[in-house]
């Protein structure tokens, strides 16, 4: 079992950007993918992005283009870099991996 604790959360304005981090307590092997996930109030939770060396980076429609999803096999992190951040954007981001999930951290977009 891995555990992941995810941070970066917080409040932005439209148009803003953060960086959220997943640290992972074991080794983050390069064939199994990583995955970002999120869930707003009263939705259910949806795909972001993914990412593995067979496959390369992937996208949800709606991300495609303002977020990137990078991972850090030396140090076990996955980051998700959101840029131009939307009210709709607002959620409760998880990082999964081999069905393990953190806590999640809350992003918040308002103006």
């Known amino acids: 079992q891995v555990q992941l604790v995810e941070s970066g959360g917080g409040l932005v304005q439209p148009g803003g950007s953060l960086r959220l981090s997943c640290a992972a307590s074991?080794?983050?092997?390069?064939?199994?993918?990583v995955y970002w996930y999120r869930q707003a109030p009263g939705k259910e939770r949806e795909l972001v992005a993914w990412?593995?060396?067979?496959?390369?980076?992937h996208y949800a429609d709606f991300a495609e283009g303002r977020f990137t999803i990078s991972r850090d096999n030396v140090k076990n992190t996955v980051d998700l870099h959101m840029k131009n951040l939307r009210s709709e954007d607002t959620a409760v981001y998880y990082c999964?991996?081999?069905?393990?999930w953190g806590q999640g951290t809350q992003v918040t977009v308002f103006s």
């Open positions: 990412s593995s060396s067979r496959a390369g980076p």
């Open positions: 999964n991996y081999l069905n393990n």
């Open positions: 074991k080794t983050l092997f390069d064939m199994y993918a």
